[in-house]
């Protein structure tokens, strides 16, 4: 009878926690300020990784160095500002891609990208600026240390701060809303303190 009791209180457990009612980081409470953490280190619960980069939690830190592929939101966002902080080897490539309608295809011609490529071929979207929108205001160089992006997405404005300089400044309405990604293309890339608040 007691076994009984156990196995239908399981039953009701699984059927209260099915997929569509399983709480992911985005539907947690915020804090005070509105925020939200989609990762702070311990786990991936509020991100979901596509293609085959070998992505590893590690302390505080979410980091790939081979494959390539993202790891993409749970929920789709139209105003916000993100803020997350990534370290990156000389020839790194990477970014952050806002606004993707599907997470099937996150590419510069579906999303924003907001680069981190030091080394791009093309200098004209390096690291910092928008590709294929916006060249960076300010040219910095990355590779080898910790650095923060505060991102903004407030209807048709675009502001992307590196390390506390403004680098991007503009106005674009390819896209209203959608996923984030953060990119693993090459070299050594790390993530860690990745929070979002609504506008």
């Known amino acids: 009878m007691r076994s009984t009791m156990f196995l239908l209180w399981g039953m009701s457990l699984l059927a209260a926690c099915s997929e569509g009612d399983m709480p992911a980081a985005q539907n947690m409470a915020a804090d005070a300020d509105g925020w939200m953490t989609l990762f702070d280190g311990s786990g991936l619960d509020a991100l979901t990784p596509t293609g085959d980069a070998n992505w590893m939690v ?4 979410v980091g790939a160095d081979s494959g390539n592929g993202m790891l993409v939101t749970h929920d789709q966002y139209a105003d916000f500002e993100l803020e997350a902080e990534f370290w990156v080897d000389v020839p790194a490539n990477s970014g952050i891609f806002i606004r993707c309608p599907t997470t099937e295809t996150i590419d510069a011609a579906s999303c924003y990208e907001v680069n981190i ?7 004209t979207y390096r690291t910092g600026g928008i590709v294929d929108v ?3 205001l300010v040219l910095m160089n990355t590779g080898g240390r910790w650095n923060r992006y505060e991102i903004m997405a407030d209807g048709s404005h675009l502001r992307v701060v590196l390390n506390g300089e403004v680098v991007v ?7 209203s809303s959608g996923y ?4 693993y293309g090459a070299g050594i890339v790390k993530f860690r303190n990745i929070r979002i608040r609504s506008l």
Not at 58 to 61: A, F, V, Y
């Open 180 to 183: 984030i990604g953060f990119q």
């Open 58 to 61: 590690e302390g505080e830190t």
């Open 117 to 123: 490529f030091d080394t791009r071929a093309d200098q």
């Open 169 to 175: 400044d503009t106005n674009d309405d390819k896209h």
């Open 134 to 136: 916006a060249a960076p």
